[in-house]
Nanobody, 118 residues
């Protein structure tokens, strides 16, 4: 069973930065995509950023220019660098991985809380 373990969440003031990490229990080359989603109370889970091995990263419009997704294949880890954080970025952030076998399999981390508040 694939395990995705997130870390790096916390409380930060508006305008501040955080870096989230997602460590996978197996090589991230095994996944067609990896990324970050977030969910705040009363809202649906939404894509923040995703990366694949073949195309440029994809970002939600609300985070373009502020967030950067990157991957360290040797460490089987995906990062989300979040700069210029805003209160509306407050949410639980989930790491996601997808693998295609005879169907698409989705894996999720347990989530890490990010709170942007003064």
């Amino acid at each position: 069973q694939v395990q995705l373990v997130e870390s790096g969440g916390g409380l930060v003031q508006p305008g501040g930065s955080l870096r989230l990490s997602c460590s996978a229990s197996e090589s991230i080359f095994n996944f067609i995509s990896m990324g970050w989603y977030r969910q705040s109370p009363g809202k649906e889970r939404e894509l923040v950023a995703e990366t694949t091995t073949s195309v440029s990263p994809n970002y939600a419009d609300s985070v373009k220019g502020r967030f950067t997704i990157s991957r360290d294949n040797a460490k089987s880890t995906v990062y989300l660098q979040m700069n210029s954080l805003k209160p509306e970025d407050t949410a639980v952030y989930y790491c996601h991985a997808a693998r295609i076998t005879y169907k698409t399999l989705h894996y999720w981390g347990q989530g890490t809380q990010v709170t942007v508040s003064s």
